[in-house]
């Protein structure tokens, strides 16, 4: 064992010092090493084996965006009891100019002066207190918008469309037309409309008798699915005594809607029979009758009309006004001509609608004044005379002459039409008939 040691140590002593240094480091190092855990990676694998995070670009920085000015928003104001356009608008500084701007700007803008209380106003005003725009409903199916541009307001008046259903309804008259009418199921307006469309033929007043009868087809009208009212009336049937009268309606290609009969005939005359409607008769056309007041017998050239006062009178035909005023004992007077040879009389008014003066043109039907007791009057009633060339005739009984019917060049339009309705109305009245057998 001596002699190993010695050996090493002459071997050792013949290397430079230098080199012993280095390979007692190098010895040291690799019995590290193999006392190391075999998992553990040595101190250049541990170095390869991190990985430095990747270099991203920096996030740019949000571009900042300019603030938007917000515009005018539409304001909505429910109109109250006693509210006027102006005093609506008043609190959100829109001046009695602005306003009056708007309302004369377009003839359709004037119904704004009409709110009634309930009804919303939608408003767009800016920060000026400067009125820019409206929108109001005037009815559920209208919508009337007014816009200000650099030319001034423009409005417009938009409608929906109803979704229309046709209906049936039959009654006997035992009592009164609008009796009957409840009985059916139809509204007064809807029997009104019924009883002008034969006024021409029937006097509602005289010629009712009980066992009268009648029969209609007429539009129902909706919105959403829910009913909100009825139309026109299409097709009517009315049996008086021992008259049958048939209407129809029809739009002609000019776009008018008449009411024909099955000939193609108008319903309508060029006058109506009695200018006050569902008045009672209380004087008839009698040229020997003794004077109310004056007690002497003095001809009644006319027929009487008792109806309350204020009840509306209408022209019984289209013509002119040639006298509005006060005539002796005829009190407020209004003189109609119509055409060359037809002249009407309406006495004792309490006065005149408005417009009516001498040398205004009216329509049949429209409203010339309201019942009274001007002159010579014992109680309000209409006094109403018709004369031909001047001659006073009796209004009960005078024939009345036809307005025009359908043209020619249309007639066989109208009369498929007018079948189609004929054959409608038969299939709702066989239908009903069976529903009330079935009752039974």
């Known amino acids: 064992m001596k002699q190993f040691f010695s050996a090493v140590g002459r071997l050792v002593r013949q290397f430079p010092r230098t080199h012993l240094l280095l390979a007692m480091v190098l010895l040291g190092g690799v019995i590290i090493v193999a006392l190391q855990p075999e998992s553990a990676p040595t101190p250049k694998q541990a170095a390869k084996s991190i990985e430095l995070p990747a270099r991203t670009a920096p996030a740019p920085k949000p571009v900042e965006q300019p603030a938007v000015a917000k515009g005018p928003e539409w ?7 006693g509210d006027s356009l102006s005093s609506l608008l008043q609190p959100l500084g829109i001046g009695a100019g602005q306003v009056y701007g708007l309302i ?20 767009l005003v800016n920060e000026d207190n400067a009125l820019r725009g409206v929108r109001y409903n005037p009815s559920r199916v209208e919508t009337l918008t007014a816009k200000l541009t650099g030319a001034g307001w423009t409005a417009r008046l938009s409608q929906r469309e109803y979704q229309k259903q046709t209906r049936f309804a039959q009654a006997e008259i035992t009592d009164s037309l609008f009796l009957a009418g409840a009985a059916a199921g139809i509204s007064d307006r809807l029997t009104m409309q019924l009883a002008e469309l034969f006024a021409w033929d029937i006097d509602f ?8 009868k009648f029969r209609v087809l007429y539009e129902e009208l909706y919105l959403d699915g ?7 009336i299409l097709m009517a049937e009315f049996w008086n005594q021992d008259r049958h009268l048939s209407a129809f309606r029809y739009e002609t290609l000019s776009g008018d809607v008449e009411y024909l009969d099955i000939k193609g005939d108008s319903m309508r005359k060029a006058f109506i029979r009695t200018p006050v409607a569902f008045a009672r008769i209380s004087s008839r056309f009698n040229l020997g009758r003794r004077h109310p007041v004056l007690n002497t017998i003095r001809a009644h050239r006319g027929t009487d009309y008792a109806a309350p006062r204020g009840t509306p009178i209408r022209a019984a035909g289209d013509g002119k006004v040639i006298f509005a005023g006060v005539k002796g004992g005829y009190g407020n007077v209004i003189i109609l001509k119509h055409g060359q040879i037809y002249t009407t009389l309406y006495a004792h008014m309490r006065n005149f609608a408005k417009g009516i003066r001498v040398g205004k043109r009216v329509k049949q039907s429209q409203t010339i004044g309201y019942v009274g007791t001007s002159g010579l009057s014992t109680g309000p009633h209409l006094h109403y005379e018709f004369r031909i060339n001047g001659v006073h005739r009796n209004p009960q009984t005078v024939p009345l002459p036809k307005a025009r019917g359908i043209n020619d060049n249309e007639r066989s339009e109208f009369l498929i039409a007018a079948n189609r309705l004929k054959a409608q109305m038969t299939l709702f009245a066989e239908a009903a008939t069976l529903a009330s057998s079935d009752v039974f």
């Open 226 to 232: 829910e009913k909100v009212g009825e139309g026109d």
């Open 104 to 123: 004369n700007s377009d003839e359709k803008l004037t119904r704004l002066t009409k709110l009634r209380p309930g009804e919303q106003l939608e408003v």
């Open 75 to 81: 304001q909505t104001l429910t109109v109250k009891s």
């Open 205 to 212: 007043i005289l010629d009712i008798r009980k066992g009268d």
